[in-house]
């Protein structure tokens, strides 16, 4: 009973490292396209000589760039939370999965003590008949 809970903490574990894996690779895409978008805002300009309509397409481009920005950076803030609790998730996990572990060892110790004892009290048995046999 004791080896298939830790089977299943094992298995546990496994998912919540593949969970952890793919929201760092989303939070990390999502830092990559803020980059882009933040240099896509400072490097954006106009002809020097252009019309005054050009100047407020180019800030209205802007404003869209910035608030497409900060949905950006809430998404990311939102799976940086999101990654925060699969650590602690994985955590707990991992010091279930080791307490198990350590349940399974000292079961392992006590059936070897049993085997050792049984074929302590055999070889024992044995001699005492070869004695009073003998």
Do not use: C
């Not at 650590?87 to 991992?94: F, M, S, T």
């Not at 307490?99 to 049984?118: H, S, V």
């Amino acid at each position: 009973m004791i080896d298939k809970l830790y089977n299943l903490k094992k298995v546990q574990i496994d998912r919540k490292l593949m969970e952890k894996g793919q929201l760092m690779q989303e939070i990390n895409a999502l830092e990559a396209e803020i980059l882009i978008t933040q240099t896509k805002i400072v490097t954006t300009s106009v002809q020097p000589q252009g019309a005054i309509s050009d100047f407020m397409i180019l800030q209205m481009h802007k404003n869209s760039m910035k608030l497409h920005k900060a949905k950006l950076e809430a998404r990311k803030k939102q799976l940086e939370a999101r990654h925060e609790i699969v650590v602690r998730e994985l955590i707990e996990l991992q010091k279930e999965s080791e307490q198990f572990n350590y349940i399974l060892q000292e079961e392992k110790k006590e059936k070897m003590k049993r085997i050792l004892a049984a074929e302590e009290e055999a070889a024992s048995e044995f001699m005492q008949s070869k004695y009073i046999m003998g």
